[in-house]
């Protein structure tokens, strides 16, 4: 796949460069007017912009040739190039006159997404090189995206940059607060500025191998060694014997008692059991996000009368299409709060703001090591931030 961009004072000049170097069936990505640069550029008319690909087909057999130039002409024939910032719609109607036509659909279309997902990061590059901000601006937006900000949450910031003087964004110091000031609304806490203390009865929820049994042994360490409270186990995790056996250790070592459940009905008996506990902490069974049955299982287990505080606990490393996924799976939760873990293991740190900023959940802990009672904290919004602008910041006591 080769993508280029074209400058011409006309749309029929750039689209003649088009076809004179990519040929007929070039695919127009995308067209848009831009000023020309400098001075002389304040006072002159546009310039037409077009950004163009073209497969190289030629290994190809005839009949993938032919799908290829059929969807490369149906993009054309909707007059892309007076449709500025349609590459999206475009690319998903182009997908769908292909995958019509193919045998092999599953794999076309999984080739088709990877290169729209090509595309898509490079348009968004040559986008920026030619955006009305400064050097320093840019280097920054492409540290949050290096980091996995979502697009939607950078092109927020880079409309509020655009609105700065040159002089202003050409000042460091100026620009980092600046960007620091405008993602820190973009993140909820839990309680903030209050005590971070949870209600009586805390369940932690999530995909398989996010730590939530280590995180809540974390806690619970925490509570009882330097809160002095009462912390009792409940585990609903059954389908691990591993599971139980590492939370026993956990309890043994602690000092504080575990009651394993079965069912929705001995979940309660065991809550009322505890009931001259400060805390009760429920570890549950980690679900796959497409499991249908073992999530209607959590379901009902939350469905209780019992007032209780979820955590949704993810991965920071997590993809973010993947952390998409796992949302909608969740979908049936109302009231919860996010806890991030094994911050230690990645260095890019944008799940964390992207679902803060997509879901309106506070969040309200972090982990970054394998260390009982350390390695967790109550999340910093300043400590998350400055992460995302490149310091090094959640290096685990155990690594």
Known sequence: MKVKRYIGDTAQEALQKVRTELGKDAVIINTRKIK????????????????????????????????????????????????PGSFKESMDSA????????????????????IKSMLNKVYKVIKLDEDSISDIAKQYILR???AEVDEEIIEKLKDKIEKLTMDLQSDEDFIRNFIYNTL???????????????KKVAVFIGPTGVGKTTTMAKLAALYTLTKKKRVGFITSDTYRIAAVEQLRTYSDIIGIPLTVVYSPQEFASAVENYKDEDIIMVDTAGRSHKDKYQLMELKHLLDSDIESQVYLVI?????????????????????????FTKLDETSSYGAIINLSYITKKPLSYLTYGQSVPDDIEVADKSKIINSLLGDKLYEGSSR
Do not use: W
Request: a negative charge; proline letters at 3%; aromatic letters at 8%.
């Open 144 to 146: 949050l995206r290096n």
């Open 315 to 339: 991965s920071a490393g997590t993809k973010m299409s993947d952390c998409r996924d796992i949302l909608n799976s969740y979908s049936f939760l109302e009231d919860y709060k996010l806890l």
């Open 95 to 114: 997908k769908g006159s292909y995958l019509s036509n193919s045998t092999e659909a599953k794999t076309m279309e999984q080739e088709f997404n990877e």
């Open 184 to 198: 820190l609304d973009l993140i909820a806490l839990e309680n903030e500025g209050a005590d971070t203390e949870p």
């Open 36 to 83: 020309k640069r400098g001075i002389k550029g304040l006072f002159s008319k546009p310039i037409i912009e077009v950004v163009a690909a073209v497969d190289d087909y030629e290994r190809s057999s005839p009949n993938e040739r032919k799908d290829i130039k059929e969807y490369s002409s149906s993009l054309k024939s909707e007059s892309l190039v007076n449709r």
